[in-house]
């Protein structure tokens, strides 16, 4: 019998349950969060700055699955500045980063402008002081390590915070951070 949870990560949270870094040993990791069952792994990566919706299983099959390029990941996303019609769509056409030491062009994907952020818990970013900020949705089907993040830095409005708000049919609705579901699948 396999098990089946969606989280809220937390910001400042490892993806993990086991930290086998010496340089990073004081790290906050899921375990810490509930009890899990034995062998319990995350579905994909949020990083330590990333917070919402993470996926957890005891099913191998069913990471692969999600994390393969069949299922949609959508994030809401501040970045710094007013982001313009122009950076929208060259994020919509795609951009091209670095991954790996190597250029890569990401695949084109949905990009919105978020006008309303109500379901998105308040946490401190920076002092309004530091410029005006904007909200937006990107929806991929790829996920490369710290891709949303290079994207917008790409098109000059760099990430400042970052949620994950779905993956596939799995939405983060009105969970809160740290908060446990126990799913049926």
Sequence with gaps: MHYFYKIYKPYGFLSQFVNNQKKRKSKHLLGELGE?????????????????????????????????????????????????????????????????????????????????????????????????????????????YRQVRKMTAKVGFPTLRLVRVRIGNYKLECMKPGDISKLNY
Excluded at 50 to 72: P, V, Y
């Design 36 to 144: 899990f069952p034995k062998d319990t792994m995350a579905v994909g990566r949020l990083d330590e700055k990333s917070e919402g919706l993470l996926l957890l299983t005891t099913d191998g099959k069913f990471s692969q699955l999600i994390t393969s390029s069949k299922i949609e990941k959508e994030y809401h996303v501040m970045v710094d500045g007013i982001i313009d019609e122009k950076a929208i769509t060259e994020l919509r056409n795609g951009v091209n980063i670095t991954v790996k030491g190597e250029s890569y062009k990401t695949q084109s994907c949905n990009v919105s402008l978020l006008s309303n952020t109500s379901h998105i818990i308040d946490r401190f970013v920076r002092e309004e002081r530091h410029g005006p900020t904007s909200w937006i949705s990107i929806t991929l089907k790829e996920g490369k």
